[in-house]
DNA sequence: GCAACTGTAACTATATTGGTTACAGACGAT
DNA sequence: ATCGTCTGTAACCAATATAGTTACAGTTGC
């Protein structure tokens, strides 16, 4: 299907938001836990400011932090900020006008098309960033007594 | 996001071959209601082939027709058929395994993803081709008035 | 045997995403 | 005031996936 992996990495950077607690974090920071380039970041997190779920501060000591609290971001709302279109597309170039099905099969497949978009819809809207945070930290009670061994190698932390 | 069209086209051409009502449909005929290659429905009657759900044979007098009675195919039977992947990928690269949060973010979007594709798969599942074509009957209703007018320019009709 | 099909390989075109470098502008610290 | 540290953004390249095209071998009915 050639989806892109926009939503997992905006649902990531968020999540580390939420784990920082309001610590501004730095793009390359952000860039370093997701394993890719900072300009990729700072792209998201540009999209990401406009909708409203991030604010980011230039400057010396800046960064982006959460725009709101975690309970109050969707991965709806996280999904529609990062993915232009439905999850499935209709035909490249429209179907033949001449042809009783194909002048008509767009019509039918909206609907279905529709149809699954609101199921996806209605599954992300019930999911919250605090949500993630929370399934996470069980995986992570391991991960955080390994922390002190690691020491700078950890890339989210408590005034970085 | 960058879905493709595969399904679309694909639930096209079952419904072309529903509406033959068993009438063996060339790869041309198909190509010119799609607007499209030949070649290119060939290829998806191929797979569509391998899933069971048509019947290709070759030589004069070939083509393709389903395999099943149009109420007997889902359109989740089509999407499995056509598309790989789910709707969702995860990360290009895995994330930094030592950051707290990027080792286990995998974990939690695995979890949703999988929670996105059981809706949509649920969704599919409760239409077949049969309720396509019923969709279909009703906008149709005016370009059958329109046929005999048309002629040789419709596409889909009994023999050809 | 011939004409009409499918199946398939090989190649090109196009689009999207992601990665990279580079740099202008913002801003805190001194 | 200026310097170092950030973000925002443009410009470009690489990788990947899909679609379109040509060509041809193999199958089958007549």
Same mark, same amino acid.
């Given at each position: 299907?050639?989806?892109?992996?926009?939503?997992?990495?905006?649902?990531?950077?968020?999540?580390?938001?939420?784990?920082?607690?309001?610590?501004?974090?730095?793009?390359?920071?952000?860039?370093?836990? /997701?394993?890719?380039?900072?300009?990729?970041?700072?792209?998201?997190?540009?999209?990401?400011?406009?909708? @409203?779920? $991030? +604010? &980011?501060?230039?400057?010396?000591?800046?960064?982006?932090?959460?725009?709101?609290?975690?309970?109050?971001?969707?991965?709806?709302?996280?999904?529609?900020?990062?993915?232009?279109?439905?999850?499935?597309?209709?035909?490249?170039?429209?179907?033949?006008?001449?042809?009783?099905?194909?002048?008509?099969?767009?019509?039918?497949?909206?609907? /279905?098309?529709?149809?699954?978009?609101?199921?996806?819809?209605?599954?992300?809207?019930?999911?919250?960033? @605090?949500? $993630? +945070? &929370?399934?996470?930290?069980?995986?992570?009670?391991?991960?955080?007594?390994?922390?002190?061994?690691?020491?700078?190698?950890?890339?989210?932390?408590?005034?970085?």
């Amino acid at each position: 299907m050639s989806t892109s992996s926009r939503f997992a990495v905006a649902v990531h950077v968020l999540t580390l938001m939420a784990w920082a607690d309001d610590e501004p974090l730095k793009s390359e920071h952000v860039a370093e836990s /997701v394993n890719t380039n900072a300009v990729v970041i700072r792209r998201m997190l540009c999209e990401l400011a406009e909708s @409203k779920l $991030v +604010v &980011s501060q230039s400057g010396a000591m800046g960064g982006s932090k959460l725009a709101r609290e975690p309970e109050q971001i969707t991965l709806l709302d996280i999904y529609q900020a990062v993915e232009s279109r439905g999850v499935f597309s209709l035909h490249r170039h429209p179907p033949n006008r001449h042809c009783p099905v194909g002048v008509n099969i767009g019509t039918v497949l909206n609907q /279905v098309l529709d149809e699954v978009d609101t199921a996806v819809e209605s599954v992300l809207a019930n999911i919250t960033i @605090k949500d $993630v +945070v &929370s399934r996470l930290q069980p995986c992570v009670s391991t991960a955080v007594s390994k922390r002190k061994q690691v020491g700078k190698e950890q890339v989210v932390a408590a005034g970085n």
